[in-house]
């Protein structure tokens, strides 16, 4: 839930996030009618097929965790917003605590690095997620696609497509050989700067 709350507040059209929130939000029944009109209407955004009422909630729970993060008080109102999302309060606020004082004890800063939180995981994994920089290691056929390169499958160019598209800035990929992957050939030249 979270994750879609926090997509959908950078971007309140952004389809994934509507997804997630809708499939938590909505009863079983009503989400599969969702996700069918998206089909069924020409591709339309799960965004544009949200009530308005769904939406105007998700709004509120928006805002009190927005108010929540900047550590603004909350009333009754916004307790009750909490409870219907069936977060743990603790973690929540432990973690807006934890990132608003910053509290890596001085001996094990580096003060020449910033606060950078890295994730690392696996293409599947990271389905949902984003990041200012994405790194893609291994991103050679051997690795990403495996001993058949010429049996290149819906599920490899789905992983492929689902790795590129996790960075908001920048996608670095890193090759161990020399060749170019398959899947390099697929981005516009004019996007690519190659480093060695």
């Known amino acids: 839930m979270t994750d879609g709350l926090r997509l959908l507040s950078e971007e309140r059209e952004c389809n994934l996030g509507w997804r997630i929130v809708a499939k938590i939000l909505l009863d079983k029944e009503r989400f599969e009618s969702l ?3 998206t089909v069924a209407n020409g591709a339309k955004g799960i965004h544009e097929l949200i009530s308005a009422e769904l939406k105007s909630r998700v709004e509120e729970m928006i805002s009190v965790l927005k108010r929540l993060k900047k550590f603004k008080p909350i009333d009754e ?3 009750r917003v909490l409870k219907g ?16 004082l910053d509290l890596v004890p001085p001996a094990k800063r580096d003060p020449g690095v910033r606060k950078i939180h890295i994730k690392t995981t696996t293409i599947q994994s990271s389905k949902g997620l984003s990041a200012d920089f994405v790194f893609i290691t291994h991103f ?4 990403f696609i495996g001993a058949e390169k010429n049996m290149l499958t819906d599920r490899h160019i ?3 497509l689902v790795a590129l ?17 398959i899947f390099l050939k697929w981005i516009d030249p004019q996007r690519i700067e190659h480093t060695t």
């Not at 999302?85 to 608003?100: I, P, Y």
């Not at 050679?140 to 690795?143: L, S």
Request: charged letters at 35%.
């Open 158 to 160: 789905c992983n492929f």
């Open 77 to 79: 109102d916004h307790l």
């Open 140 to 143: 050679d056929d051997r690795f």
């Open 35 to 37: 996700l069918k009109e």
């Open 165 to 181: 598209s996790r960075a908001r800035n920048r996608v670095i990929l890193v090759s161990s050989i020399n060749e170019d992957p």
């Open 85 to 100: 999302m069936n977060l743990d309060l603790l973690e929540v606020v432990g973690a807006a605590l934890t990132d608003k």
